[in-house]
């Protein structure tokens, strides 16, 4: 089978197409062909070498949501589960025809989608729902949802408006990613590269502020982030992808007006509260059954094209998520 390593950090060029057996799964593992795998700007920190959180260890394959058909299955998993199409969140070495998961890392694919909009089921849309609910997010509060273009943005923004957020504030960085943004039922988008983005938003909401803020980019944007909380407000920040290498300072100071900063981590939930993990799944898989929440695909690059794939991701034009097919 064909799989994706790098060998050094880098450009997309250090990407590699090389060959390898086709996996055996082990005890309660599964064996997944896979037919898309969805690519995050976390894949290409990762491969820059640059994440905030975890360096890999050479030669590497990112792991990521992939979708697929269970071929075979190992000792513990019962057989009936042959012949099933399965999205498996943070699959190892998942930049590949085949690969082998835990069997409780998978999630039947829902009816309605086709396996590139199923990648974004995985660890993408259950962190907008976490986010989401990490914020406490309730009907007729103002939210604001940064990088709203992308994969999880995209969701996160769609999941307040479902719970009756009002109005629903979105961010982007181009007129094309505006226009998406507003086609997924944003109230009001606004182009956070101008530097007078926050009068935008601040004519939204009026003195108040605002009660809910998401953000996966980062850097100096908390900065401005926390001056717009509303009292009371929460911001959640679950990632850096704007500048992974940039570090806010905020001050005690700055959140004496009764506003609430937190940070956000699924690693961490999934570690500590399991029940709430698997409570907010269950809620992504309701939200996208009845149609509230629809998963954009924004590319469908071959396998051979990798490079091209995180050439997309990281030049932050794509509205949506960007997929590998194999």
Known sequence: MRIVRYHEFGPSGVL???QAHIPTPGPGDV????EAVGVDQADVQ??????PLSVPVLPACPAADAVGTVEAVGPGVPGARVGERVVVW???????????APVERCIPVPDGLD???ATVVGSTGRVAIQVVNTGQLRAGESVLVHGAAGAVGHMALQIAKARGARPVI????????????????????????????TQHVGKAVGDRGVDVILNGIGGQLLERDVELLAPYGRLVFYGAAGDPTARPTLSFLDVLGMKYVT????????RHRPDLAEAGTRQLLGVVATGDVRPVVAAR???LDVARAHDLVESRTSCGRVVLVP
């Open 170 to 197: 979105a961010t982007a960085s181009s007129s094309e990613k505006l226009d998406f943004v507003r086609s997924l039922g944003a109230d009001i988008a606004v182009d956070y590269s101008r530097a007078d983005w």
């Open 115 to 117: 396996a590139g909009q």
């Open 46 to 51: 990762r491969r820059r070498g640059e994440h």
């Open 301 to 303: 690059v071959p396998l």
């Open 263 to 270: 940070g956000f981590s699924m690693a961490t939930l999934l």
């Open 31 to 34: 064996l997944v062909r896979v």
């Open 16 to 18: 590699r197409i090389e």
């Open 90 to 100: 943070k699959a190892q070495n998942a930049y590949a025809d085949y690969v082998t």
